[in-house]
């Protein structure tokens, strides 16, 4: 998303900056050895967090929240103690809205893609988890590279048994994304999964 300013890079920033930093980033290592998250549930409580608040937070803190909220889910802490033992209401993530996943979601768009192939990102806005970009939904690239299949993380997070699907390096030109203005040699590379593409 544009117009959030500049991203300001630390020269020697270290790898935590206080050390509830370094504690939080334990819990998030617990609860997925544990089985309570994969990477996919613990990005989507983080997306789900309000939006005042995500943005008015650092890094950690969006950890912070994620892992209140998968515990609470999962009913390994309820609310009124965590409450409790932050000493006020402590803010969690929004329930999720998106409705079950199912095959049929993604089975008309499914086809094998090789390098060179030109393809068109589905334009569709889900409720839930995806790792479709949005800036690049509805936009059309070219497939550099095939990778291997891996789990399709809006399946991961709102299905069971979720599938594997092939994924592709796909290169856009800044122009198709950003418009005119944009760098006319400039290109953008993303990794997609199969059910998110097309051919043009």
């Known amino acids: 998303m544009q117009d959030f300013g500049p991203v300001w890079v630390e020269p020697t920033e270290p790898v935590f900056h206080a050390a509830w930093e370094a504690r939080v980033f334990g819990i998030g290592a617990i609860v997925s050895l544990q089985g309570l998250a994969n990477n996919n549930s613990f990005r989507h409580a983080i997306e789900r967090m309000d939006p005042a608040h995500y943005l008015g937070s650092p890094y950690f803190e969006h950890w912070l929240t994620a892992c209140a909220t998968l515990l609470i889910e999962q009913g390994v802490l309820m609310r009124e103690e965590l409450d409790a033992r932050s000493g006020g209401r402590f803010p969690v993530s929004r329930p999720s809205q998106a409705p079950p996943w199912t095959a049929a979601a993604a089975a008309d768009a499914r086809s094998r893609f090789a390098v060179g192939d030109r393809v068109r ?40 048994d979720p599938p594997s699907e092939r994924t592709y390096s796909v290169r856009f030109n800044a122009a198709e994304l950003w418009g005119a203005e944009a760098e006319s040699d400039a290109t953008v590379s993303v990794d997609l999964w199969e059910s998110y593409l097309a051919r043009a």
């Open 121 to 160: 990102v589905s334009q569709a806005h889900p409720r839930g988890h995806t790792r479709c970009p949005r800036y690049v939904r509805g936009k059309q690239g070219v497939v550099d590279r095939c990778d291997g299949a891996y789990t399709l993380p809006d399946a991961d997070v709102h299905g069971d």
